[in-house]
């Protein structure tokens, strides 16, 4: 079985999705080479760009890159469900609001992180305000915030 770094496998637990997790992390991270024809309906705009960057050898066909990106997309999904089953079983392990604006504003290279009083107002505003929020709507506060203060 593959397991992503830390994914600790199978727990006894009612709540969780772990059979299907397991399977899905299986079947992703399989050597097993076994094809199956199927047939996709395509934008005929990517099916030509498929065609053209094999023809000018950056591919070697459409199959290639459309089981690449398939794969590509599963794997993105892999680290979120393993991701989303952590939290689940480690609830203090989530970031909060503040946590995950601050750094994604520092990894956005965003002016705003020199600025954490400024995303810490914003978040509590954001968080009382707006269900669903994320780390976007806080920063956007922020900015609006510093703006204001800016040409106060």
């Known amino acids: 079985m593959y397991h992503i770094w830390w994914y600790t496998g199978r727990v006894n637990d009612p709540d969780s999705e772990q059979p299907q997790l397991d399977r899905f992390l299986d079947l ?21 760009a498929a065609s053209l960057a094999a023809e000018m050898g950056y591919a070697v066909s459409l199959t290639e890159l459309t089981v690449k990106g398939l794969r590509d997309v599963l794997e993105a999904i892999s680290w979120r469900v393993v991701l989303d089953e952590h939290y689940r079983r480690n609830p203090q392990a989530r970031p909060s609001l503040i946590e995950v604006a601050k750094a994604a504003a520092a990894i ?23 269900s669903g929020a994320n780390a976007d709507d806080v920063l956007w506060l922020a900015m609006g915030m510093s703006l204001a203060r800016a040409i106060a």
């Open 28 to 48: 992703l991270h399989s050597s097993d080479e076994a094809t199956a024809g199927t047939s996709i309906r395509l934008p005929e705009n990517l099916r030509e």
């Open 108 to 130: 956005d290279d965003n002016p705003i992180a020199e600025e954490p009083d400024l995303i810490e107002q914003a978040a509590a505003w954001v968080a009382e305000h707006r």
